[in-house]
């Protein structure tokens, strides 16, 4: 299995474009979780889906950030509009999810978004 | 909600010596704890996790050790080579939703040759 893919690996913008972020979970997986990391604030929940269906959005920081999750192995966290303060690095992570067998999360290769 | 704290923040042991993480978790039905080592500018990756049916786990030179009881967990990391250097996270699966994971803030372990 190729793992999680995300794309684009690094995107510069400038403040005020809008960002789309792409996830494609492992196949079979049925959770997916989209974090961002910062120095400052560590490994940060944002949204995750469970079976494409968004469970828990409390992480999201304001209306600019928007995700869906259209079929089971494509994901996308947008920003509009972006500011300097969303720079950061964003993973997308997949799971079995819940059952009699817990599950690690596997972790994308992150996407590096820097906002000028 | 679950709250995971973890200890020490930064860690520098001289190779060969022993590394030793510990988080402490508040819900007592957690079940499951995952560690993970994130090398810098890469992902993070899981290294070994843990079930609450069993006390310790040993993969080669790593260990994790759970305390039902205390609520705590440790990453025992032996004869620390270079490249065992990098951040290490513990988190704790939300036993209400199966799925959600709660993680420590990162120690950032380097070895010193």
């Known amino acids: 299995d190729a793992g999680v893919i995300q794309s684009p690996r690094h995107e510069v913008t400038e403040m005020g474009q809008e960002v789309t972020l792409r996830c494609k979970p492992i196949?079979?997986?049925?959770?997916l979780f989209w974090y961002r990391q910062t120095m400052m604030r560590g490994l940060e929940l944002l949204i995750y889906?469970?079976?494409?269906?968004?469970?828990?959005d409390s992480g999201m920081p304001e209306d600019r950030f928007s995700a869906k999750m259209p079929n089971a192995s494509f994901s996308t966290l947008k920003i509009q509009p972006s500011e300097p303060r969303d720079s950061a690095v964003y993973f997308c992570a997949s799971s079995l999810g819940s059952g009699p067998y817990n599950s690690p999360l596997h972790f994308g290769n992150g996407t590096r978004l820097t906002v000028t | 909600g679950e709250n995971v704290e973890q200890h020490p923040s930064t860690l520098s042991v001289q190779e060969g010596d022993s590394a030793v993480i510990k988080c402490t978790y508040s819900?007592?039905?957690?079940?499951?704890f995952p560690w993970y080592k994130q090398e810098l500018g890469k992902r993070p990756q899981l290294i070994i996790d843990?079930?609450?049916?069993?006390g310790e786990k040993k993969d080669q030179r790593i260990a994790v050790t759970l305390n039902k009881t205390a609520k705590h967990f440790s990453l025992h990391i032996t004869e620390t080579q270079p490249e065992d250097s990098a951040v290490y996270f513990c988190?704790?699966?939300?036993?209400?939703?199966?799925?959600?994971?709660?993680f420590g803030t990162g120690t950032s372990l380097t070895v010193i040759p």
């Open positions: 889906f469970n079976n494409n269906v968004p469970i828990d």
């Open positions: 196949s079979g997986h049925n959770s």
């Open positions: 988190a704790a699966l939300d036993p209400n939703t199966g799925n959600q994971f709660y």
């Open positions: 843990i079930r609450s049916n069993v």
């Open positions: 819900d007592s039905a957690s079940n499951y």
